[in-house]
């Protein structure tokens, strides 16, 4: 009975105060704008039909439109609009919840009922996510039925959003309920819990930075250990007595240069792997360091993840081309992972020693680039989901005891 | 906090002290009793730790020690609280409820079971003359309004004893009266009600028993005619003052004291009466007659400390003896407004005391 009313007055609170509607409003344009994304017989059309965009792979409903549609909500709409747009807009709203509650003579008239502290903490705190629940529900569902009439997929993945995003809200909630409790400051809960968020943002970016960097160190040590094994077999070969046939078919190396080769190769190899070392190291000790806080972009991450994992394409294979290719009958501009094809490289030396064409030069940074991109978000991917959430609401229920051992212990 | 139960005390207090951080000690050993069926006025200056204890009481504010019980069970249990209503000084209620949602909350949290609800909001409603408002929001409520709901939300559970911290503020004359009848109602249902109040009169209207509290600490506390008892006195008032009358006075009275000591006070000096001119101040003089009663003239009445009327016949004789005209003759019990003055009064230097709790000493803190 205690419970419900104080979650039914969370929810009056809500729903009178403007910002409430105002990011309602917007919410359910997002989703027009969303929703009148559509197809003809041309490609793709926005604004319900009104303006052509006319690419003929997003044609008649195609597959490629269901993962553009589904791809723009997981990799676009959430990362974007609800963890950073509306949750600034929500932690506006909330801020003032706690500040407001513990003012003079609002709280001394619950305090008095026979309720206790902890729950009227714990209640006062889930009610104030009814801000988020409320409008990530009709902008998740809204999603779902844009996506289910659209295109005629009923995915209810796309519903994760909602468990996703107020996980999301709930890390940064409640460190603004600390702060809130703390110094019964609106203006002080709020710009505390942007700096923690600021903070927040640059731990998790410093992590996927050095994650990049030591992926690609990783894939240039990978390439030199088959560059030096695959001169390793061309000395072997240049020094062994060959058959006439290989005579005709093999390139003739010095094996003096081979061996100089060689030993470059390794000292390369050598410093590259101090760098894969040092990268790995500090990887090592922020991803830790990240153990131990909540994993915002992990989080919201998870959403795309699911999404994704049903669908035909990627947002960024439509996005780079490879959708296009595919539709258009051509053959990946990937063959396989860079690290293989340097393989087949390494077996024609010489031709290292041949200018490589500025076309060339792009093409391998791009592979480069894709494989490091790929083994970043294979490591993500394989990143447990009950660690993420997990370790992340372990750290809101520690930030939630000492909040509530303030409001529980203070003399009002 | 353990103390032996005690059936018809609502409120018994022993010992209780709090000291809030800075070492500031709100309450220095503060014991109260509150019977069963009883007005109980809660009076003192501001920071004499009233609304501290009020809180203490409603398991707001943590007190560093305390002794006693609460309806018979440990100060600080929470589910004791559901016979208890309580209105907080400056109240604040969310301004996007109307009267019965507020009044629907603040039951619900008091346990109210919701079949008794809504028949017993549109009672209270009524009760407090607000059945008007009731669907209106608070937002849009005048702060006498937001009194009344405040009256009617503390009795929403049908308490046992509510304590009123400044019920009657920003209320006007009507609703005062209004709340006062519900209080005496209360007592009559045989409910007991603490008040807390500035408002001395009203104090005095409805309390059966009061506590003066100064500095954290009980100066005086009993019923009011215990309380005023020594404070008794016939007061006699003579016709307006004139340059003659202080020393007509002054020789109907010396007669009665005794010879060697002047009785009251030094006589006025004869080349400046004080009451030559309009307006201006007659020093108060202060003496003991001769039966040993204390007394005291400032020009137009002289107040002799007694309630024993046998003295009075020889004054009124001697005071007509010297043509002293005299108004009228009655006896007066000093009121609320008079021991609240007294017993907040420095017995040093006879001013109030300093306004607010006191400073823990380093020594006192150990």
Same mark, same amino acid.
């Given at each position: ?412 | 906090? $353990?103390?032996?139960? +005690?059936? *018809?005390?609502?409120?018994? /207090? =022993?010992? %209780? ?5 800075? !070492? ?73 409820? $109307?009267?019965?949602? +507020?009044? *629907?909350?603040?039951?619900? /949290? =008091?346990? %109210? ?5 809504? !028949? ?247």
């Amino acid at each position: 009975m205690q419970t419900i009313a104080l979650l039914t007055d969370s929810f009056r609170m809500m729903v009178a105060r403007r910002m409430f509607w105002v990011t309602l409003g917007i919410n359910v344009l997002v989703v027009l704008v969303y929703g009148s994304i559509g197809t003809n017989d041309e490609g793709l059309t926005m604004l319900f039909g009104l303006f052509d965009i006319g690419i003929p792979m997003f044609a008649n409903d195609s597959p490629v439109y269901d993962s553009l549609m589904q791809g723009i909500f997981s990799g676009m709409l959430v990362p974007v609009w609800l963890a950073w747009i509306a949750t600034i807009l929500a932690l506006i709203s909330t801020t003032s919840v706690f500040p407001d509650f513990q003012e003079e003579g609002a709280i001394d008239v619950v305090l008095s009922k026979p309720i206790s502290r902890w729950k009227i903490f714990f209640v006062k705190y889930l009610g104030s996510l009814v801000f988020v629940l409320l409008q990530v529900a009709i902008f998740c569902i809204g999603v779902f039925l844009v996506v289910g009439m659209r295109v005629g997929d009923w995915n209810w993945t796309i519903l994760a959003g909602i468990p996703i995003v107020l996980l999301f809200y709930s890390y940064l909630y409640s460190f603004n309920t600390l702060i809130g409790v703390f110094t019964r400051s609106s203006i002080a809960a709020l710009l505390f819990t942007i700096l923690f968020w600021f903070m927040l943002f640059l731990v998790n970016s410093a992590e996927n930075t050095l994650n990049v960097f030591r992926s690609q160190s990783e894939i240039s040590v990978q390439q030199f250990d088959q560059r030096i094994a695959a001169a390793e077999t061309r000395l072997e070969r240049t020094e062994r007595p060959q058959s006439l046939l290989e005579l005709g078919t093999t390139s003739f190396n010095d094996p003096e240069s081979l061996r100089r080769r060689i030993d470059s190769l390794q000292e390369q190899r050598a410093s590259e792997q101090k760098t894969y070392e040092a990268f790995s190291r500090w990887h090592g000790a922020i991803r830790t360091s990240l153990a131990v806080l909540p994993k915002t972009r992990e989080t919201i991450g998870l959403l795309d993840r699911w999404v994704r994992s049903d669908l035909p394409y990627t947002l960024t294979e439509i996005f780079e081309g490879d959708a296009q290719r595919e539709f258009d009958g051509v053959a990946p501009s990937t063959p396989g992972p860079v690290t293989s094809q340097i393989e087949e490289d390494a077996l024609d030396l010489d031709e290292t020693e041949e200018p490589i064409s500025r076309m060339e030069q792009l093409e391998s940074n791009d592979q480069l680039h894709r494989e490091v991109t790929d083994r970043v978000q294979e490591d993500y991917d394989n990143r447990s989901p009950w660690f993420v959430i997990g370790t992340s609401l372990g750290f809101e229920a520690v930030i939630l005891l000492i909040g509530g051992w303030i409001f529980v212990r203070r003399d009002y | 906090m $353990t103390t032996a139960p +005690t059936p *018809d005390l609502a409120i018994n /207090l =022993a010992n %209780v002290e709090k000291t809030y951080k800075g !070492k500031v000690r709100a309450l220095r050993g503060v014991s109260m009793r509150v019977h069963r069926g009883e007005i109980f006025g809660l009076l003192g200056p501001n920071g004499a730790g009233k609304s501290t204890l009020v809180k203490i009481l409603m398991t707001i504010v943590r007190p560093t020690k305390c002794e006693g019980a609460l309806l018979g069970a440990p100060i600080g249990q929470k589910d004791t609280l559901a016979r208890v209503g309580y209105l907080p000084e400056h109240l604040r209620f969310p301004g996007y409820l $109307t009267g019965e949602q +507020t009044l *629907d909350y603040m039951a619900a /949290l =008091a346990k %109210v079971p919701s079949k008794v609800r809504k !028949k017993r909001a549109e009672e209270m409603l009524e009760l407090v003359g607000m059945t008007a408002w009731r669907k209106k929001k608070i937002g849009s409520y005048s702060k006498g309004m937001k009194q009344r709901l405040g009256i009617a939300q503390s009795l929403m559970n049908d308490p046992d004893i509510v304590l009123l911290d400044e019920p009657t503020d920003g209320v006007d004359p009507v609703g005062r009266r209004d709340i006062r009848n519900v209080m005496v109602e209360m007592k009559e249902r045989g409910k007991s009600v603490l008040i807390n109040s500035h408002l001395l009169g009203e104090v005095e209207m409805v309390c059966d028993r009061v506590s003066i509290l100064v500095q954290g600490q009980v100066a005086a506390q009993g019923t009011l005619d215990e309380l005023t008892d020594g404070g008794r006195r016939y007061e006699i008032e003579i016709e307006p003052a004139t340059e003659q009358t202080p020393q007509k006075l002054f020789e109907g009275v010396a007669a009665l004291t005794q010879a060697e000591r002047p009785p009251i006070a030094p006589p006025p000096p004869s080349n400046a009466p004080p009451t030559k001119r309009p307006g201006a101040v007659i020093p108060v003089w202060r003496g003991e007659l001769t039966t040993g009663e204390a007394a005291e003239f400032d020009g137009r009445t002289l107040r002799i400390n007694t309630m024993d009327a046998k003295p009075i016949q020889s004054i009124i004789d001697a005071l007509r003896q010297r043509g002293v005209v005299i108004r009228s003759l009655r006896p007066v019990r000093p009121s609320l407004e008079d021991l609240f003055i007294e017993a907040v009064a420095d017995p040093e230097t006879g001013k109030a005391r300093a306004v607010g709790a006191s400073q823990s000493s380093k020594k006192e803190a150990k």
